[in-house]
């Protein structure tokens, strides 16, 4: 037999795959990213119509994306705990490349020519094409927010490690949330909201977002321990 022949059979090659949840934690987070930026599209309001000395206190404004968008918050707080401040900035810049694709692709879709009997151009532009300016305004918001909400709560856990971890959650939260909700909303619709109009969508969508989180802060405390247990990196704390 030749050398060739006596040589034992060359085996496939893959590379490792990451351990623990990272990568799951990071899917549905730039998922919900996405799905909230197409939704915010929609201005939505509850309410009649009530003011006092001309500032319209009803109805409430705020936006489709305000469905999802909070639980943005509570995976950037799992990261952010669990991975600390290397690995939350990883997750917050794959979210921005994504969404950059998502704002490049609606782009690219709504000049290109339509065919001759598709008769949607004008309803795919009034939603999908809003879309840039969405992603812009959230771009600006998630990275500023995002980025101050890790920071804070990284910052408090070194300062104590053995601090209650509610507070650091409530504490990165109020930060974080406003500074994104500002700047989303002066962004996404200075212009086409004004005045009180504007000043009531920024404080209802930073108080509602804010209670969404301290009312899921349960659910938060068992996604954190679930995770760390299942993290090899930390055995089992």
């Not at 812009?136 to 990284?154: E, M, T």
């Amino acid at each position: 037999m030749t050398k060739a022949e006596d040589a034992p059979a060359e085996r496939a090659r893959f590379a490792r795959p990451m351990h623990g949840n990272f990568d799951l934690i990071v899917a549905l987070f730039c998922s919900l990213l996405l799905i909230s930026n197409v939704s915010a599209v929609k201005l939505i309001a509850f309410g009649p119509h009530v003011e006092v000395f001309g500032f319209p206190l009803l109805p409430l404004i705020t936006d489709g994306g305000a469905l999802l968008f909070p639980l943005t918050y509570i995976f950037g707080d799992v990261l952010a705990e669990v991975y600390g401040m290397r690995g939350a900035k990883r997750a917050i810049l794959i979210g921005f490349g994504v969404s950059i694709l998502a704002s490049g692709t609606f782009l690219l879709v709504g000049v290109a020519p339509p065919a001759d009997d598709w008769g949607n151009q004008d309803a795919f532009d009034a939603i999908l094409g809003f879309v840039p300016r969405i992603v812009l305004a959230s771009l600006l918001g998630y990275l500023a927010g995002q980025l101050l909400n890790a920071f804070v709560l990284v910052k408090l856990k070194e300062r104590a490690p053995g601090g209650s971890l509610w507070s650091r959650l409530i504490g990165s939260t109020l930060v974080g949330e406003a500074a994104d909700t500002t700047i989303f909303c002066i962004v996404a619709f200075g212009g086409i909201v004004t005045g009180g109009t504007l000043v009531n969508y920024i404080l209802v969508g930073y108080v509602y977002k804010v209670l969404v989180e301290v009312l899921l802060l349960p659910v938060t405390y068992r996604v954190i321990g679930l995770v760390k247990r299942h993290e090899p990196s930390l055995g089992q704390s």
